[in-house]
């Protein structure tokens, strides 16, 4: 049994900065995404197990930084800058394989997610 477990979401104000972290049970490429009301589940950044590689969706780039302790199965997510449209439930996902994909149909074990509102 797999479990993803995200902590470090809240409320913020526009341009705070929050740092999300998600602690697998073991060391798997790991991916965050967000999900607004109404919308779909959408990619944030990822993270490979094997070498960090790591991918950042363009809405995010240059504000947010994905990064990973393997000795803790653990993965951040520091969130600089933020504006209102980053709110959302951040989600992260979890595959075996070494490989960040955007497509959250590709990640195989999910946490419950964990709430970031962002006001303006």
């Not at 965050?32 to 779909?40: D, I, V």
Request: aromatic fraction near 12%; hydrophobic fraction near 35%.
């Amino acid at each position: 049994q797999v479990h993803l477990k995200e902590s470090g979401g809240g409320l913020v104000q526009a341009g705070d900065s929050l740092r999300l972290s998600c602690t697998a049970s073991a060391t798997y490429t790991m991916a965050w995404f967000r999900q607004a009301p109404g919308k779909e589940r959408d990619f944030v950044a990822g993270i490979s197990w094997s070498d960090s590689s790591s991918a950042y969706a363009d809405s995010v780039k240059g504000r947010f930084a994905v990064s990973r302790d393997n000795a803790k199965n653990t993965v951040y997510l520091q969130m600089n800058s933020l504006k209102p449209e980053d709110t959302g439930v951040y989600y992260c996902g979890a595959r075996v394989d070494s490989s960040v994909y955007f497509a959250s149909i590709l990640y195989r074990y999910w946490g419950q997610g964990t709430q970031v509102t962002v006001s303006s």
